[in-house]
Antibody
Framework: QVQLVQSGAEVKKPGASVKVSCKAS????????MHWVRQAPGQGLEWMGI????????TYAQELQGRVTMTRDTSTSTVYMELSRLRSEDTAVYYC?????????WGKGITVTVSS | QSALTQPASVSGSPGQSITISCTGT?????????VSWYQQHPGKAPKLMIY???NRPSGVSNRFSGSKYGNTASLTISGLQAEDEADYYC?????????????FGGGTRLTVL
């Protein structure tokens, strides 16, 4: 079955960077896009960006341009999301989700806490 | 870009029907037929309920339906059940910035009375 397995929780200090991963299985990795979506505590969903695993092309949310980088490793069917210059407002659960027009399979989420 | 506009909360009794609206602009909801809806229970990942405005994924109850008119999309849940109590989010493809991005609604908490 299609699965997205995400890496473990992270705790970072303000100003640092975090890189989280999402390993796909159960389908052809390069056949579909992958989104990253985050959710701050008690808040709604925020779209962060999308990567095409086939060519590695990306589109990011305007609000995160310059701080977010999405990459992929086709040899391990894994996508990565790195967020730099972390601030407290980046504390959230970060999800990867497969799809292009819509997101049909979601990972369980990674909690990233930014605290001094 | 601003989030799509959803009511903060809706409620209904078991067996009733409710509708959640999702209002955007001609750059997102009104300009593309790529609206999707997600259900999220507390502490869980979102689940796809409707895609491309009015299509249901395999395994989703036919009590869930979607529609769109102009810049507003809607999710209707008929025959409300206790397990429908959750947060619901709409999401749309957007060409607002000139790139192909996505935008979520602020979310609607559904309470089954």
């Amino acid at each position: 079955q299609v699965q997205l397995v995400q890496s473990g929780a992270e705790v970072k200090k303000p100003g640092a960077s975090v890189k989280v991963s999402c390993k796909a299985s159960g389908y052809t990795f390069t056949s579909d896009y992958m989104h990253w979506v985050r959710q701050a505590p008690g808040q709604g969903l925020e779209w962060m960006g999308i990567i095409n695993p086939r060519g590695g092309t990306t589109t990011y949310a305007q609000e995160l341009q310059g701080r977010v980088t999405m990459t992929r490793d086709t040899s391990t069917s894994t996508v990565y999301m790195e967020l730099s210059r972390l601030r407290s407002e980046d504390t959230a659960v970060y999800y990867c989700a497969r799809g292009s027009r819509y997101m049909d399979v979601w990972g369980k989420g990674i909690t990233v806490t930014v605290s001094s | 870009q601003s989030a799509l506009t959803q009511p903060a909360s809706v409620s209904g009794s078991p067996g009733q029907s409710i509708t959640i609206s999702c209002t955007g602009t001609s750059s997102d909801v009104g300009g593309h037929n790529y609206v999707s809806w997600y259900q999220q229970h507390p502490g869980k990942a979102p689940k796809l309920m409707i895609y491309d405005v009015d299509n249901r994924p395999s395994g989703v109850s036919n009590r869930f339906s979607g529609s769109k008119y102009g810049n507003t999309a809607s999710l209707t849940i008929s025959g409300l059940q206790a397990e429908d109590e959750a947060d619901y989010y709409c999401c749309s493809y957007s060409s607002y910035t000139g790139s192909s991005t996505r935008v979520f609604g602020g979310g609607t908490r559904l309470t089954v009375l």
